[in-house]
């Protein structure tokens, strides 16, 4: 038997909505939440028109293999920036004309497998053996509404379609627990003399994978106390934890620090979840909002041309702040970046391009306040590990992630040298 997916009905009249405006067909993805028994779909999204390859799909004699799957897996890592922990793309969705209803499976079997692929090289963690690596592809003939849905394996290459049901419900997107929390992180990643030479980008990649280490080692409280994993989320027993990382010390020529406050938030379905359900959703937001907000600005430096600098000199960079919005007739947030110059204008824009539903600025959400943006850079050829803190600027940043960059000759460094507990608060939403 194979997977059923239980769809919120707005889902449903949203992909009803979409007019192929004369091309022949129009692809999107499919959000949501895996579990044992179910998927849950909150949110469908059409993937943003490519401007030179509007022509070609209005073409009478277009065919599924004009489908760009560069763009579209582009559109699905944007997506999946703005997903809170425990949302995944959970598939691709592809609506066509009559003529091409008998021509989508193979366009679909490259394209969930291509999506899939390009968003796991992101990823800092892995997902477990125990769950589901099944995702979903639907199609649907623009004429006569027929619906056809069917899953594959994306961890096996070889994997055949299974078919799949898709069922509707009303008042899905209201059944949900919120979990939130806020980590301070003090992430120091020293640089030996052969990884001085990388790139500031892959160095601190590189860091940020060992840090990740960290982060599923440790200690998670849901609302102040320690839980069984295997217990219910609104349950569960106490338990005791001892918890403990280690400390390496290696030969250090410099070292990249990110630290600051960042605040995370997740969501799971109210049915029955345990607290490793919970636990695994915040590790998961923990890593993935400070990967993506790294990766958001190294992609900024490059884009507005900004030189690293070399040899002694010491750099700052603010990262991105986290900004939610509602979807629409849902308890459930998704979220986007903001650097300190962007308006809210701009974010908006962002978020009805990406998802593809209107959204209002006043529904904004601004996750960290911005007290102090300062980037600043300065010479000290002597500078040790020791005093770091005291290039910080004067004024101090409680919610701003600060990115610095110090080059050392000849430091010792004691890397991970802390216990980290994470605290997580949880609210539930029903109707």
């Given at each position: 038997m194979g997977r059923t997916y239980i769809?919120?009905?707005?889902?449903?009249?949203?992909?009803?909505?979409?007019?192929?405006?004369?091309?022949?067909?129009?692809?999107?993805?499919?959000?949501?939440?895996?579990?044992?028994?179910?998927?849950?779909?909150?949110?469908?999204?059409?993937?943003?028109?490519?401007?030179?390859?509007?022509?070609?799909?209005?073409?009478?004699?277009?065919?599924?293999?004009?489908?760009?799957?560069?763009?579209?897996?582009?559109?699905?890592?944007?997506?999946?920036?703005?997903?809170?922990?425990?949302?995944?793309?959970?598939?691709?969705?592809?609506?066509?004309?009559?003529?091409?209803?008998?021509?989508?499976?193979?366009?679909?079997?490259?394209?969930?497998?291509?999506?899939?692929?390009?968003?796991?090289?992101?990823?800092?963690?892995?997902?477990?053996?125990?769950?589901?690596?099944?995702?979903?592809?639907?199609?649907?003939?623009?004429?006569?509404?027929?619906?056809?849905?069917?899953?594959?394996?994306?961890?096996?290459?070889?994997?055949?379609?299974?078919?799949?049901?898709?069922?509707?419900?009303?008042?899905?997107?209201?059944?949900?627990?919120?979990?939130?929390?806020?980590?301070?992180?003090?992430?120091?990643?020293?640089?030996?003399?052969?990884?001085?030479?990388?790139?500031?980008?892959?160095?601190?990649?590189?860091?940020?994978?060992?840090?990740?280490?960290?982060?599923?080692?440790?200690?998670?409280?849901?609302?102040?106390?320690?839980?069984?994993?295997?217990?219910?989320?609104?349950?569960?027993?106490?338990?005791?934890?001892?918890?403990?990382?280690?400390?390496?010390?290696?030969?250090?020529?410099?070292?990249?620090?990110?630290?600051?406050?960042?605040?995370?938030?997740?969501?799971?379905?109210?049915?029955?979840?345990?607290?490793?359900?919970?636990?695994?959703?915040?590790?998961r937001d923990i890593l993935n909002t400070?990967?993506?907000?790294?990766?958001?600005?190294?992609?900024?430096?490059?884009?507005?041309?900004?030189?690293?600098?070399?040899?002694?000199?010491?750099?700052?960079?603010?990262?991105?702040?986290?900004?939610?919005?509602?979807?629409?007739?849902?308890?459930?947030?998704?979220?986007?970046?903001?650097?300190?110059?962007?308006?809210?204008?701009?974010?908006?824009?962002?978020?009805?391009?990406?998802?593809?539903?209107?959204?209002?600025?006043?529904?904004?959400?601004?996750?960290?306040?911005?007290?102090?943006?300062?980037?600043?850079?300065?010479?000290?050829?002597?500078?040790?590990?020791?005093?770091?803190?005291?290039?910080?600027?004067?004024?101090?940043?409680?919610?701003?992630?600060?990115?610095?960059?110090?080059?050392?000759?000849?430091?010792?460094?004691?890397f991970a040298v802390t216990v980290l507990?994470?605290?997580?608060?949880?609210?539930?939403?029903?109707?």
């Amino acid at each position: 038997m194979g997977r059923t997916y239980i769809v919120e009905e707005t889902v449903g009249q949203y992909l009803s909505n979409i007019n192929l405006q004369g091309k022949a067909f129009v692809s999107g993805l499919l959000i949501g939440q895996c579990s044992s028994q179910k998927d849950y779909v909150i949110l469908a999204t059409r993937t943003p028109p490519k401007e030179e390859l509007n022509e070609n799909l209005k073409h009478p004699k277009a065919k599924l293999d004009n489908l760009d799957e560069e763009w579209a897996t582009e559109h699905a890592n944007q997506v999946s920036r703005m997903l809170p922990g425990g949302l995944l793309v959970l598939g691709v969705f592809i609506i066509t004309t009559l003529e091409l209803a008998n021509d989508f499976q193979n366009a679909m079997r490259r394209l969930i497998f291509a999506v899939e692929k390009s968003m796991n090289r992101k990823r800092l963690w892995n997902f477990t053996e125990e769950e589901v690596s099944e995702r979903v592809t639907l199609h649907i003939c623009s004429s006569t509404k027929k619906i056809f849905c069917r899953t594959y394996d994306v961890h096996d290459p070889k994997s055949s379609a299974k078919p799949a049901d898709w069922k509707y419900q009303n008042g899905l997107s209201t059944s949900w627990l919120s979990l939130e929390c806020a980590v301070h992180i003090n992430i120091h990643i020293p640089l030996s003399t052969t990884s001085v030479n990388y790139t500031l980008e892959k160095n601190t990649k590189n860091g940020l994978t060992r840090w990740a280490k960290q982060i599923e080692n440790s200690v998670y409280l849901i609302n102040g106390q320690v839980k069984d994993e295997d217990c219910d989320l609104l349950e569960g027993q106490l338990l005791n934890s001892d918890h403990r990382s280690t400390a390496t010390v290696q030969i250090c020529s410099g070292s990249v620090n990110l630290k600051g406050a960042v605040k995370c938030r997740a969501y799971i379905h109210s049915h029955k979840p345990k607290v490793k359900d919970a636990v695994q959703a915040m590790k998961r937001d923990i890593l993935n909002t400070v990967a993506d907000r790294c990766e958001i600005l190294f992609e900024d430096l490059l884009l507005n041309e900004i030189p690293e600098k070399k040899d002694s000199e010491k750099e700052f960079h603010i990262l991105p702040h986290r900004v939610f919005v509602p979807i629409p007739g849902s308890t459930v947030m998704l979220c986007d970046y903001k650097f300190g110059d962007e308006s809210a204008e701009e974010i908006r824009d962002h978020f009805i391009e990406m998802l593809d539903h209107m959204i209002q600025i006043e529904d904004l959400e601004i996750a960290e306040e911005i007290n102090t943006a300062c980037v600043s850079s300065s010479m000290n050829s002597e500078a040790s590990l020791d005093n770091t803190d005291d290039e910080q600027p004067k004024q101090p940043i409680k919610t701003t992630i600060v990115l610095k960059i110090q080059q050392n000759i000849g430091v010792i460094a004691a890397f991970a040298v802390t216990v980290l507990a994470v605290g997580i608060s949880f609210h539930y939403f029903s109707d």
